[in-house]
């Protein structure tokens, strides 16, 4: 099993039109090729600029174009930051994410991302910001100021791109990305399933993320939460069995890469989650909420994971200073040396 880039477009076809059970079989088998079996890596999100956003991304409700009757809110102040950051480290989090609804940021906001970038950092937390297209100066600022992950996500392919955006387009995103790796910095990039596209449209997506020079770091699969007021939030109700197969594709042909169970959790029953780990998902985003809308609760989630046995991942971009304090010796999720690989847990 190697890790290639250099995927046809045929090649992931076949792969996505596996048998079910055929897909999510390899796709286990090459997590378990790459990845320490029974552990999730764990982030928080946090919006620290919400809404009024300028770009019409039709599933946002965060939009200024859309009313969603969402309050927005100026820049997070960098103390209130912090202590949001001291609190998911609590709870179990290894990763902290900042998301802004910005096209782009303006410099007197990144120098604010900057400072609370060195908060977090100074937590022995891994840190990830979403902040809008980028470029490569402030890429390098960030990766300077101790940022480990950038996320800026493709969405969709590019044919179906333009029926979502039309204030930025898919050749901006794909710079933007390159903007990011060139300063250093871990690239998160994925994409949202349930806009009503066609598997098509899917490939191509995984494809187009499968065949960057180099593969996303983490790849974070959404489910679009459907948002009253927004141009989709009466699309269809996506097959449970399409967002497990995205999982399953995207595991199998980025075998390195965290594939993020991302947005829709909430709506996600614990069996069909368990599915997607089985598939190959191997991160989650944790807390009461993804940016402004709802994510399942902190105490559900711990519960999923014992019940599950899945274990919180180490953070491997933290300072060692901070290694002994990594949440896996902590109480919300201590299952890794309790339960290893090869031993039946209890049951709930
Ligand atoms: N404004 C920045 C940008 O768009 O680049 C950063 C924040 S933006 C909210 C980050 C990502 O969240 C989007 O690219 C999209 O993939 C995801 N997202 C936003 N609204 C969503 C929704 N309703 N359902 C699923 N994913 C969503
Ligand atoms: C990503 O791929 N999903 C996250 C994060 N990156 C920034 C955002 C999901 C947002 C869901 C809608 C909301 O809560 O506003
Ligand atoms: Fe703005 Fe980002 Fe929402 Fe698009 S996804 S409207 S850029 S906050």
């Known amino acids: 099993m190697d890790v290639r880039n250099d995927w046809t477009r045929a090649e992931v076809s076949e792969i996505f039109d596996l048998p079910f059970m055929d897909l999510v079989f390899k796709a286990h088998q090459v997590h378990r090729a790459f990845h320490?079996?029974?552990?999730?890596?764990?982030?928080?999100l946090l919006s620290i600029k919400t809404g009024a956003c300028p770009e019409d991304c039709a599933y946002?409700?965060?939009?200024?174009?859309f009313d969603t009757g969402l309050e927005a809110s100026e820049m997070m102040e960098v103390d209130a930051v912090a202590a949001r950051a001291r609190a998911a480290k609590a709870s179990g989090a290894t990763r902290f994410c900042m998301g802004a609804a910005y096209?782009?940021?303006?410099?007197?906001?990144?120098?604010?991302?900057?400072?609370?970038?060195?908060?977090v950092k100074s937590l022995g937390m891994e840190t990830c910001a979403t902040l809008g297209m980028l470029t490569e100066d402030q890429a390098r600022e960030l990766k300077d100021a101790g940022l480990d992950f950038y996320n800026h996500n493709l969405d969709t392919s590019s044919q179906y791109y333009e029926k979502i955006i039309t204030t930025r387009t898919?050749?901006?995103?794909?710079?933007?990305?390159?903007?990011v790796r060139d300063a250093g910095l871990n690239v998160c990039c994925g994409g949202i399933v349930g806009m009503g596209e066609g598997a098509q449209d899917r490939v191509e997506l995984l494809h187009t993320l499968a065949t960057l020079p180099q593969h996303p770091e983490s790849v974070p699969i959404n489910q679009l939460?459907?948002?009253?007021?927004?141009?989709?939030?009466?699309?269809?109700?996506?097959?449970?069995f399409d967002f497990v197969r995205m999982i399953a594709v995207a595991r199998i042909l980025m075998p390195e890469s965290h594939v993020r169970l991302s947005a829709g959790r909430a709506e996600?029953?614990?069996?069909?989650?368990?599915?997607?780990?089985?598939?190959?998902?191997?991160?989650?985003?944790?807390?009461e909420k993804l940016l402004t809308t709802g994510n399942p609760d902190t105490e559900h989630d711990q519960r999923l994971f014992r019940r599950l046995q899945i274990a919180a991942e180490a953070p491997a971009h933290a300072p060692a200073s901070h290694s002994e304090a990594s949440p896996i010796q902590n109480a919300p999720f201590p299952y890794l040396s309790k339960f290893p690989e090869t031993k039946p847990g209890p049951t709930p």
């Open 170 to 179: 898919y050749q901006e995103r794909l710079d933007t990305l390159v903007a």
């Open 225 to 240: 939460v459907r948002v009253a007021g927004t141009p989709l939030a009466d699309s269809a109700a996506l097959d449970p």
């Open 60 to 65: 946002c409700p965060q939009s200024v174009r």
């Open 103 to 119: 096209r782009s940021p303006r410099p007197k906001d990144l120098r604010k991302v900057i400072a609370m970038i060195r908060e």
């Open 268 to 287: 996600m029953s614990d069996e069909l989650q368990a599915l997607c780990f089985m598939a190959g998902a191997n991160s989650i985003f944790y807390g």
């Open 36 to 44: 320490t079996p029974n552990t999730v890596q764990i982030s928080t």
